[in-house]
């Protein structure tokens, strides 16, 4: 057997935040290092000290552990292998081009993935920076084409691009009690009971929190058979006051369940008819294949790379520059009158889970290949 095959030939280092805490970033890069490393070695820089939330102190510890690994890394700890990293934005970019060039000095490869649009929208020289020294050998892991024809144009990049979207969650073993959605969901909404929007997120402005009680105001004008069923922490004044509001004015038409997370989480799905993301400013969130594997369509602000997650359902991708309130309370107006419509787009939403699971298996393999060069799928 060929050595590039055997596993103690193969080695990959992970410089990352590994939860807790537990946002989608983390756990995305806690799945693919568990997938890389049941094809060959790998070792876990671990840059989070374990704290349940992103606070100060965690920023602080972070630091300190960043430098010690940094130095492991001057040390040639990723010596005749690969470097794995999710990039940090704005100052905290650093750490990333620091831990490239420290890999780079044992001519190891570099792979550096991008889970946001921060440097995108506003663009940043560190990213090109970052790009230089990672050089021709390494590669950009983007979640979409919208991303890497960004990064392309705005920074002339010389590393390489693989694609590696948030569903790649989606290929995990923890999650296939959700591929059946029918073990998880009632029946789809039939018009004999009340219709139920749901907003599961960081409550606050930026997640569209506006928009979300704008569209449930319009529904109530002329339905009195809607309920709003939202579940997350409130984040801003914003979230504050319109749930207080709503709470006071609605009280029988409002669910809020705070935080949901493991039975909580699967309850506030089975519990609505549909999702709205009205966000302005998420790259891809999984949540949108959370709602897809559990027959509930999505109702989304298309911008980043959120169109490519909707899928050949345009109704449901709202232009960023459109009403959203306007557009999504026509969509839902519109399957509360024709309940065959609303289980059409719930079946829909079944079938698309089930196509961007194929393709972030894909995507994967593809990623573990060019990290362990000739080693099988896993």
Known sequence: ????????????????????PTTGMTLCTRLIADRLAAIGAVGELNLSDGSAKITLSFRVAKFFRTLGALLRL???????GALYMSVNARRAMWYNIAAAAAARLWGS????????????????????????????SGVHVVLCDDMQSHLKSLYGCRAGFLQLPSTVMMTGGADDATQDSSESTEEPFGGQREFRVGHLANLSYDKGIDHVFGVFSKLLESHDS???????PVMDAEARERLAGAQRDYPDR???????????????????????????????PVVISEAFERAKPVL??????????????????????????DKASGVIENWITRPD???????????????????????????CEWVFPGAAAV
């Open 300 to 325: 989304a602000i298309g911008w980043s790379c959120i169109p490519g997650l909707i899928g050949p359902n345009d109704s449901w991708n709202i232009c960023p520059k459109a009403n959203y309130v």
């Open 341 to 367: 419509e609303y289980q059409s787009a719930s079946q829909r939403a079944l079938e698309r889970a089930a196509e961007l699971r194929r393709d972030a298996q894909h995507d994967l393999d593809a990623f």
């Open 74 to 80: 001057l040390s040639g700890a990723s010596r005749g």
């Open 254 to 284: 409002l669910d809020y369940r705070g935080p949901v997370y493991g039975a909580d989480k699967e309850a506030f799905f089975r519990d609505i008819d549909l999702l709205l993301l009205p966000s302005r400013f998420d790259a891809q």
């Open 109 to 136: 490869r570099v792979a550096a993935h991008h889970h946001i649009y921060a440097y995108i929208t506003k663009p940043d020289w560190r990213v090109k920076l970052l790009d230089r020294v990672m050089g021709p």
């Open 226 to 232: 809607v309920k709003l069923v939202l579940a997350g």
């Open 1 to 20: 057997m060929a050595a590039s095959r055997t596993p103690s030939a193969r080695k990959a280092t992970v410089f990352a935040v590994l939860p807790p």
